[in-house]
C-alpha cells in the first residue's frame, strides 16, 4: 500500500490506542514504510515456518518474527523477501537478523530486523504461528495492527487509518 501515515502523526492523534516498540530495529528495502494486520510467528534459529508464512498469509498483511532475538544466523534472505514482494505483504518485522541486505535494499519491500548476519539458518519447522509474541517492549497480537516507518513502529488493537 502507499504511504498514507506518519507514525509522529498517528502519536499525535492517537496517543492513548497506541504501543511504541522499542527502538531496536533497522529498516531494510526501498520501501520506508508500511502498515497492516499483523500475522506472527515464533522460531528460534530456523526460518522453515518464516517461509510458509510468507507464502500463506494474506496481501498487505505484516509478517512479525519473533526470532528470540538471536543474531547467530539470519531469519531471511533475498529469497524470502522476493516472496513478501510478489505476494504484496505489506512488511516483514524479524526480532532477529536478516543476510543479503544489500540485495533486499533493492527490493520493493520494507523490513525492519535488529541487524544482519551472513549465516543461515537450520530448517527443522520447528516454532508456533497466530501466537502472542513479546518483545521491544510491547505485545504483538495476531490480527492486531502495525505501522512502521523511520520514526518508529506503533502497535493498535484496532485500524486507524
Sequence with gaps: ???QFQTADLCDEFRDKLKVADPL???YGKKSAFFGPIYTVKVYEDNVLVKRALEAIPE???LVVDGG???RCALMGDNLADIAVKRK???VIIYGCIRDSAMINNMDTSLFAIGTNPFKSIKKGEGETQVPLSFAG???EPGHYVYADEDGILLSDTFLL
Aim: net charge positive; glycine share 12%.
Design 60 to 62: 498487505h498483511s505484516v
Design 25 to 27: 530495529f533497522r529498516q
Design 89 to 91: 505483504l505489506a512488511g
Design 69 to 71: 532475538g538471536s543474531t
Design 1 to 3: 500500500m502507499s504511504r
Design 138 to 140: 510491547v505485545c504483538w
